[in-house]
Nanobody, 120 residues
Framework: VQLVESGGGLVQPGESLRLSCAASGFTFSTSVMGWARQVPGKGLEWVAGVWPDGSWYIGEAVKGRFSISRDNAKNMMYLQMNNLKPEDTAVYYC???????????????WGQGTQVTVSS
């Protein structure tokens, strides 16, 4: 399993970013995929998840601002982040082998993460 995130960076509050996750080494089209984030000193938090049929989960903290999508033909998953806030600053991870989007983010496989910094 290989998951490679891209698209992170430094933005100002109110701006947007789109994260991408390139997946390989497993059957992407039948796998539940998700994005989690981690702030230094805190645990991993689920941000969003997407099932093979495209149905999705969005965490309360980002509801109305973030959206998740996938392209099964390209083995890609995306996280569109709009109206970013300083509290969204974190390392964002792509994940698969997910049983549930519970309070603690757990998954079988993770990418290396991409830093998102929101600051004026």
């Amino acid at each position: 399993v290989q998951l490679v995130e891209s698209g992170g960076g430094l933005v100002q509050p109110g701006e947007s970013l789109r994260l991408s996750c390139a997946a390989s080494g497993f059957t992407f089209s039948t796998s539940v995929m998700g994005w989690a984030r981690q702030v230094p000193g805190k645990g991993l938090e689920w941000v969003a998840g997407v099932w093979p049929d495209g149905s999705w989960y969005i965490g309360e903290a980002v509801k109305g601002r973030f959206s998740i999508s996938r392209d099964n033909a390209k083995n890609m998953m995306y996280l569109q982040m709009n109206n970013l806030k300083p509290e969204d600053t974190a390392v964002y991870y792509c994940a698969t082998e997910i049983l549930a989007f519970g309070k603690v983010a757990t998954a079988g496989s993770w990418g290396q993460g991409t830093q998102v910094t929101v600051s004026s």
